[in-house]
């Protein structure tokens, strides 16, 4: 399993909580699952006085990924759907920056059953794979809302290009924490998805 926080540095909750399930996997490591785990994939953007979404480039990570036969879509979209949104910048080229890279070369390494993703703040299940029907109903607290899949995005990317079911993770609130029973909850529902699917 690849489980990933921190996409956006301003999505405060999302870094924590995986930092949370870390001491989990310590403390109750069952076997089941190999894990490597990303807890704060954009360090620019979290460790800026002023969290940022984006990286020290101005680039939203989570567009940055390869599409498939990549034409630039990823600019385009950004241009003709995002009304040029500095917050939804997929920079110059698929693959320009170091993070988006890094971690384009963990998943072909570490070749993950799983990429389990967490953001903030839509309160929400997504979930992106070749089989939608396999998407848990509810992790926790947090139901189903399917969102779709855009160009240059992690589930765009792993999961409807390589195959690589991508669950994601939106938690209520960027810069709040869920409370301890709801973090648990999310993490033993999420490990019961796991076992049951895999």
Do not use: C
Not at 14 to 39: A, R
Not at 81 to 98: F, K, V, W
Not at 130 to 145: D, Q, T, V
């Amino acid at each position: 399993m690849l489980l990933v926080g921190g996409t956006h540095g301003d999505e405060l909750a999302s870094i924590s909580i995986v930092f949370k399930w870390m001491h989990t996997l310590e403390k109750h490591h069952s076997g089941l699952f190999h894990w490597h785990v990303s807890p704060l994939m954009n360090p620019d953007g979290a460790l800026q006085p002023e969290h940022n979404r984006l990286n020290a480039h101005g680039v939203d990570l989570n567009r940055n990924f390869l599409t498939p036969n990549d034409d630039g879509s990823a600019l385009e979209y950004w241009d003709s759907r995002t009304s040029r949104n500095p917050r939804r910048y997929p920079g110059d080229s698929p693959l320009s920056e170091p993070e988006t890279q890094w971690l384009k070369q963990e998943i072909e390494q570490f070749k993950p059953d799983v990429i389990i993703s967490v953001h903030a703040p839509y309160s929400l299940v997504d979930y992106d794979a070749p089989n939608r029907n396999n998407a848990p109903e509810r992790i926790g607290y947090l139901y189903k809302n399917l969102m779709g899949t855009y160009p240059g995005s992690l589930g765009n990317y792993a999961g409807m290009h390589l195959g690589i079911p991508v669950i994601t993770l939106e938690l209520p609130h960027a810069g709040i924490m869920p409370n301890q029973g709801q973090i648990s909850h999310l993490w033993t529902d999420l490990i019961r998805w796991l076992i049951k699917n895999l």
